[in-house]
């Protein structure tokens, strides 16, 4: 079985930073991606970042380019999403993902900006995070 645990949300002024962590379990593939979704209260949920198990190579949403920055650490099998700057448009839920097999890549969808296939996906519980003015 597949277990993603997201921590490190919480409520900051704009400008500040927050780091996201996502402790997965039961997830062995070194062929596929991971990424960070968010979504707010009303709108679709949207990809921010992803990378690639087998090397590291990053996406990241338009959005957020410049101020976000994915990672992981495979011994510890965790993925990292370091937010800086802030501000109240990204105020939401943050999912961490992991890639199934058939399913589109979730480095494309990132990338592409697509809309993320969440039945066919693994996911987290979800973290708040919340920006104020």
Known sequence: ??????????????????????AAS??????????????APGKEREGVAAIFRGGGRTYYSDSVKGRFTISQDN???????????????????YYCAAERRGATSLCTVVAGGFRPEQGLNYWGQGTQVTVSS
Do not use: H, I
């Open 1 to 22: 079985q597949v277990q993603l645990v997201e921590s490190g949300g919480g409520s900051v002024q704009a400008g500040g930073s927050l780091r996201l962590s996502c």
């Open 75 to 93: 011994a510890k099998n965790t993925v990292f999403l370091q937010m800086n700057n802030l501000n109240p448009e990204d105020t939401g839920m």
């Open 26 to 39: 039961g997830y062995t593939y070194s062929s596929k991606c991971m990424g960070w979704f968010r979504q």
